[in-house]
């Protein structure tokens, strides 16, 4: 509990307010209106100029009393937040005191006050009338082109502001800034929790409201894609591609986990690239900070979203299932490996684990049956009188319902304690065993003896069939898998390079350009997140990062590393001479250096120059041949 609501009661207070009359009766006023029922309600005592109406002469009548009250800790100043008529949202004052009745508490008392304020904020985020899409993208375009700093009012569609100005003051009684701060903090932590806001570092609030918070997260990152994307596509659109393939191939799955990163990975990219470049504001900054911040919660978004639609799912097939009936076709249900592929798979989880449901596969040479039917004894009983009425079409369809059975029987206890029943089950499973049966059964069907022999073979024919079929059917759904990997391992491969590429690169970033020191191969292993040295060489390889030895250091690991010759280059080249020009003019003058020092950041810098120069030449070659007569 809070400091601030431990309250004196008279009984534990020396205080001399309460010889005040008005101190006295506004006290038990207070005290009066400080109960649970009334904190739930919002019913508190606020208004002590209303309370003693004609009695008092001035404000300052009532000013003083209370802020005796106060000061002798008998009553707390509070306050909660309304949300007036949909529009605007405004402090009000609340006083309490400290419960005199055993039944009442304080604590809870508090935190039905902090509940009014953040269900009237909550109503705020949910309800913005100036929320609609053509605003958002209109906030977006304005950022990116005019770069308007980030506050509330530049983009109010974007921001919301979810405290009034609260001053130390409220209707001239005095308002603890400490029991202010706590409770703001409070309301604040509840919102984030119940991620109905998202806060930025400057105090800004992005509202989450249920039913724009997806528009926007999906609005900003096509905002991204279009606008923003092609500005740095020289830049960073080898990054880009990669995202863009993976989320191509993501979106080919029939049912795709929730995922929301590779927008984030998009707007990290393009923000790790734009802001080093402006101290403030970036333009483009909103669409980016939209996707960022807004990502967990989109995730949890579409993570309930599923779950929400597979438990309908799942209570949709569980009504068909369980439906009472005496019909056969609507007791057991069989559902072809075609029609299941178009249900969530762990919709199929769920099913199979329901215990009012009995599961079973059956084997055809070309797929798997799902078989399902209630858990009950009076649906398989219904089941064998009826298909001993009315033959199923196929004959394996009697044979999946004893599969069916037979995989349960723990289940069904007491279903054969009934000769009839015992009788009716023999009679149908001779009509799906005659396929199995020699062909001269007919000759031997009056002897019993003869009789359980053939039922016997015909068994353990179709458990050595239903064997195969099994084996045939895992083997072809593994081979359809091993295509599947096959198919999406070389794009996978490929992302592990790159992303090994993206941590060597930024590794060298922070090396060269915030240390100023020059990356070798012994300082990229222990700085990047590398499994090994070979790893690092292959990498290095694959990309044609440019490899310079240092004269006088021959060992492979103190080589220096230089960035490719890529689509990057040209952004590095120009901060890589200015860095290295800077670095060598400080060693130069500082007489303390070993001159050595200087070697590598000089050797680099000519290494630079030297391939620049190249590149000009066979540039200019290619643009004027000379034919040699």
């Known amino acids: 509990m809070h400091p601030f609501l431990e309250l004196k009661t008279p009984k534990d207070s020396v205080a001399s307010s309460l010889n005040n009359r008005t101190a006295f009766h506004l006290y038990q006023q207070i005290l009066k209106s400080s109960t649970v029922a009334n904190s739930k309600s919002g019913n ?70 902090l509940n009014i304020s953040i269900q009237n904020i909550l109503m705020q985020i949910e309800n913005n009338p100036k929320f609609n899409i053509n605003a958002f993208r209109g906030e977006l375009g304005l950022n990116l082109k005019q770069n308007l700093p980030l506050v509330q009012e530049n983009y109010p569609i974007s921001f919301i502001k979810i405290f009034p100005e609260i001053g130390d003051l409220v209707k001239d009684i005095p308002l603890n800034a400490k029991v202010k701060e706590i409770v703001l903090e409070e309301i604040e932590e509840e919102l984030i929790l119940r991620n109905k806001i998202a806060k930025l570092e400057n105090g800004l609030y992005f509202p989450m409201a249920t039913n724009s918070m997806m528009e926007k997260f999906n609005i900003a990152d096509e905002f991204i894609k279009a606008e923003i994307a092609p500005i740095y596509y020289s830049v960073v659109g080898k990054d880009l591609e990669a995202i863009r393939s993976q989320e191509e191939i993501y979106q080919m799955e029939t049912f795709p986990e929730p995922m929301t990163s590779f927008k984030k990975e998009r707007a990290e990219i393009l923000h790790r690239v734009i802001s080093p470049y402006h101290p403030n504001n970036f333009p483009g900054e909103l669409a980016i900070m939209t996707v960022l911040l807004f990502e967990k919660y989109a995730l949890d978004y579409l993570v309930h979203q599923e779950e929400t639609l597979i438990k309908e799912e799942v209570e949709k097939l569980r009504v068909k299932f369980l439906e009472p009936s005496k019909h056969w076709r609507d007791i057991v249900h069989f559902i072809h490996e075609e029609a299941a592929k178009t249900i969530h798979p762990k919709v199929w989880d769920k099913l199979k684990g329901d215990i009012s449901l009995v599961f079973a596969s059956w084997y055809l040479a070309k797929e798997e049956i799902y078989v399902f039917a209630p858990r009950k004894i009076s649906s398989f009983l219904n089941c064998i009188k009826d298909m001993s009425m009315q033959m199923p079409d196929s004959t394996w369809k009697i044979l999946a319902f004893k599969n069916l059975l037979e995989a349960n029987e723990s289940y069904l206890q007491g279903l054969f304690s009934n000769q009839d029943t015992v009788k009716l089950y023999g009679n149908l499973l001779s009509k799906a065993y005659i396929e199995y049966f020699p062909w001269y059964y007919p000759l031997f069907i009056f002897f019993n003896s003869f009789k359980n022999i053939f039922f016997a073979s015909a068994k353990k024919k179709i458990q050595s069939e239903q064997w195969e079929l099994e084996v045939r059917n895992r083997s072809r759904k593994r081979d359809a898998e091993k295509a599947r990997i096959i198919k999406y391992r070389k794009i996978t491969e490929e992302k592990v390079i790159e992303t090994r590429r993206k941590e060597i690169i930024e590794c060298m970033d922070n090396l060269y350009f915030k240390e100023n020191l020059i990356p070798t191969k012994q300082l990229l292993i222990q700085r990047c997140r590398l499994q090994n040295s070979e790893v690092l060489g292959a990498t290095l390889k694959k990309f044609a990062f440019q490899i310079i030895s240092i004269p006088g250091d021959e060992k492979i690991d103190r080589q220096a590393v230089l960035y490719p010759m890529d689509h990057e280059w040209r952004g590095k080249e120009s901060r890589l001479k200015k860095m290295l020009s800077k670095k060598m003019e400080a060693l130069e003058l500082n007489p303390s250096e070993d001159k050595k020092t200087i070697i590598p950041y000089k050797l680099i810098l000519s290494h630079i120059v030297s391939r620049n120069k190249l590149q000009m030449k066979e540039q200019s070659e290619d643009e004027n041949p000379i034919s040699e007569l």
């Open 44 to 113: 508190l005592f606020f208004d002590p100029e209303q309370t003693l109406g004609l009695k008092i002469d001035s404000r300052a009548d009532i000013l003083y009393p209370m802020k005796r009250l106060l000061e002798d800790k008998l009553i707390l100043h509070l306050f909660y937040i309304s949300y007036v008529d949909r529009r605007e949202i405004k402090v009000h004052s609340c006083f309490i005191a400290a419960p005199s009745e055993k039944t009442e508490n304080i604590e809870v008392i508090y935190k039905n006050i």
